[in-house]
T-cell receptor
Framework: AQSVTQPDIHITVSEGASLELRCNYS??????LFWYVQSPGQGLQLLLK????DTLVQGIKGFEAEFKRSQSSFNLRKPSVHWSDAAEYFCAVGVGAGNNRKLIWGLGTSLAVNP | NAGVMQNPRHLVRRRGQEARLRCSPMKGHSHVYWYRQLPEEGLKFMVYLQKENIIDESGMPKERFSAEFPKEGPSILRIQQVVRGDSAAYFCASSPALGRQETQYFGPGTRLLVL
């Protein structure tokens, strides 16, 4: 079955510290992977995506993610967190074929940033 | 280029009333997706539509829920005889073309509260 797991429900880091949010997926075909961020009461903003090619992808706001097929993972990283990064982060995998496609989501990781 | 637009942003209904949620995709996008975010749960796919066609409604509840994307005008998600369990954030996303790797761009969501 297709699924996405984000093992960490909540993470707290200090401003300026590095960050890694974990994401594992289960999907039989080549995965198309996404990270979205949601601020309280807001919509979902795309941070980055992986389709093919270089397994290290760069996104907006200084985020990057690395696709590791052997580990079925797509972890999100940032070298130095800013207070404005406090938000909910969602990992998703694009599934389907032809006209049938949708996103399967992890439950999200809530990030708090201490000053 | 305006993003995905959803209205209303907040909607309050009493049990038994109807809720109509509207979504205008980004300019040039002909594919619309609806997702629901329930409290304490992740995002769940509901339905995928192209102009005048429902492509995949596997995530839609069998009763009371319907969706359309007419040739002209926004996509509509309609919930008849709402119940308290329908209280959630409903997000619409759009994409430009075929392929499950296509990025979905999200609107700000409609927060539905059923009293």
């Amino acid at each position: 079955a297709q699924s996405v797991t984000q093992p960490d429900i909540h993470i707290t880091v200090s401003e300026g510290a590095s960050l890694e949010l974990r994401c594992n997926y289960s999907y039989g075909a080549t995965p198309y992977l996404f990270w979205y961020v949601q601020s309280p009461g807001q919509g979902l903003q795309l941070l980055l995506k992986y389709f093919s090619g270089d397994t290290l992808v760069q996104g907006i706001k200084g985020f990057e993610a690395e696709f590791k097929r052997s580990q079925s993972s797509f972890n999100l990283r940032k070298p130095s967190v800013h207070w404005s990064d406090a938000a909910e982060y969602f990992c998703a995998v694009g599934v389907g074929a032809g006209n049938n496609r949708k996103l399967i989501w992890g439950l999200g990781t809530s990030l708090a940033v201490n000053p | 280029n305006a993003g995905v637009m959803q209205n209303p942003r907040h909607l309050v209904r009493r049990r038994g009333q109807e809720a109509r949620l509207r979504c205008s995709p980004m300019k040039g996008h002909s594919h619309v997706y609806w997702y629901r975010q329930l409290p304490e749960e992740g995002l769940k796919f509901m339905v995928y539509l192209q102009k005048e066609n429902i492509i995949d409604e596997s995530g839609m509840p069998k009763e009371r829920f319907s969706a359309e994307f007419p040739k002209e005008g926004p996509s509509i998600l309609r919930i008849q005889q709402v119940v308290r369990g329908d209280s959630a954030a409903y997000f619409c996303a759009s994409s430009p073309a075929l392929g499950r790797q296509e990025t979905q761009y999200f609107g700000p969501g409609t927060r539905l509260l059923v009293l």
